[in-house]
């Protein structure tokens, strides 16, 4: 029986073909397709699994974008007899492939296998993706976990707790690390406190405080700076402000800048594409110019509708989320390419078909390169 093991550890990863010469060749199967090339023998399973295979990848230019959807499940979840209307529903973490049009669900967090934190945020860093916050979805307390999902492996593990509870932050991945800022505590204070993951050491560290409280702030990554976009003082209650605080890691300063946003940009939907800021006020697709700090109007929804998430999907494209006002509680997706050759208004809306599966109201959206 070793030997025989053995001589299946030892087996050409593709028969017939050079181990370099096989290795080319998995290295440009689509990452979704990963967990299945893990069940065809054991050294496939060894490889895929492994560190180098993802820096091999990276290095043959392979990776792939994919959206990871912070997304209610089909059919509302409570424990109680309660009406179905009223139940607050269960929220999991979809998958969708841009390339190939497909869309899976991940595995559940073994902590929480009947569904995520409520208004969790996601962020994905290397072949990671990490789930950070939210609420206990039993008991609705507000949470200080980190939990990291391993596409490699695909299996998941808890890392340290923040070091204080917040909901409702901004977060995003600068320079390997993850930061968080704003949100409110389990108070409903709203937080000027701001912190930063370090993933490599599995610890926290306090930053500097910003210039306010920011709860309800939107984080997004623009030209290598942490922006913690508006949010509003806890006796404020919803009211936005126009300022944002800019933490340059360089200095470990935060740089206050005024009347970032126009009056009535939304804060709810920003992202980062092809190195650009675009954000939405409506129905309207806005570009920001960081020279002069004003924003463009270049496009809008092909239909009534509010957005909900959005994020890169491989160089300027953008993949778009929300909810229409005749399909309440289902949401629709969009794959949009910007024009901006012919002008404002020219670029390409593609509604990307789901499944019954895939309907979900999206809360948060992230793009992971596997």
Known sequence: MQRQTQ????ADLIPGLADDVAMECLLRVAGSSH???????RRWE???KSPEFYEERRRAGTLSPYICMVQAFPEPTCSMEADKDMAMPGFGLSMFDPKQGSWEWLPQIPDFPQGLPLFSQCLALEAKLFVVGGWNPSTYEAMTSIYIFNFCTRQWKRGRDMLEARSFFGCGVLNGQILVAGGHDEDKNALATAEVYLPEEDRWER????????DECFGVVLNAKFYAISGYATEMQGQFVRSTD??????????RTEEFLMADIFPSAYTVAGGQLYAFRRQELLLYNCEDGTWESIDCLPYDGKVAACSAAGGDKLVISGLTASQKG???????KPNRKHGAGHGQWQLLQDTVKFRGVVTASCTVKI
């Open 7 to 10: 001589a299946i550890e030892e």
């Open 35 to 41: 967990p299945h090339m893990q069940a065809v023998c």
């Open 46 to 48: 060894r490889v895929i």
């Open 207 to 214: 930053l500097p405080q910003m210039s306010e409280e920011r």
């Open 246 to 255: 800019v933490y340059d890691p360089a200095t470990g300063c935060w740089i």
């Open 330 to 336: 289902h949401s629709w997706m969009h794959l949009y």
